[in-house]
């Protein structure tokens, strides 16, 4: 019953994210509030258990706790739905193939939890205002721009600048981030919207993903790969 509410109201959090980051404001369940927390992008993690404690755990079997609590990072901060998501259908594609399946997070072995934790973090710290504009519709004109994460897996980041009573580009911004699978086929991307941008930390820049980031790590059939390969390893 705890799960259907969180993961329900988790569903909220989604829709209510489409109005994140208008006028370059702080936003989180479309409720303003103070951009700046007290603490480390770790602290604040933790101070929001309800979205973020299976991520927390993440953090640390994937040896990354002092990279959010000492570097100074922006980090793209998914929500324990898109955990929850990627283990439930990566174990259906595990048990298909004549493998073990995953009945906790330890069973993922800490090389894969930073391969793809990793992805959501980024040297320095980087505001909305920081990254160029992206137009979906109209790549060639408004890209985005490529950036390579933590462990240099490319990504594409960029603001939609979306319309208002007919008038296009004058409406709220929206920061987004781009999984690239392939770096030879630039526009072929997995993209995530963020929901409440600018959460500014003692080490850095929180960006929260929308819920509708359906998928940790953004590939689910790649982890799906991983998790084969060393569960094939380990003779499970």
């Not at 019953?1 to 109005?19: D, E, H, N, R, V």
């Not at 030879?184 to 500014?200: G, M």
Request: with cysteine; hydrophobic share 40%.
């Amino acid at each position: 019953m705890y799960l259907l509410k969180k993961y329900s109201l988790l569903l909220i959090f989604a829709l209510t994210g489409l109005m994140a980051c208008k006028k370059d404001d702080y936003y989180l369940d479309s409720g303003l509030a103070n951009p700046y927390f007290k603490g480390t992008v770790v602290d604040y993690l933790n101070a929001k258990p309800f979205y973020f404690d299976t991520i927390v755990s993440i953090v640390k079997l994937a040896g990354m706790e002092s990279i959010l609590t000492r570097d100074t990072v922006t980090f793209f901060a998914p929500t324990d739905y898109s955990v929850q998501n990627l283990i439930r259908d990566c174990n259906a594609d595990l048990y298909n193939n004549g493998y073990d399946t995953i009945r906790s997070l330890q069973d993922v072995p800490k090389e894969i939890w930073r391969k793809y934790l990793g992805s959501y973090i980024f040297h320095g710290a980087n505001q909305l205002k920081d990254y160029p504009q992206i137009d979906y519709s109209l790549l060639i004109n408004f890209p985005g721009q490529t950036y390579y994460s933590w462990d240099m897996q490319p990504m594409n980041i960029g603001v939609e600048y979306n319309s208002d009573n007919g008038v296009k580009y004058v409406g709220y911004r929206q920061l987004t981030i781009g999984y690239i699978p392939d770096i030879s086929k630039p526009t072929n991307w997995i993209v995530a919207k963020v929901a409440s941008c600018n959460i500014l930390t003692d080490n850095g820049v929180v960006h929260v993903l929308n819920a509708d980031h359906f998928y940790f790590g953004f590939d689910r059939d790649k982890f799906s790969k991983d998790m084969q390969a060393a569960f094939a390893s380990s003779g499970k």
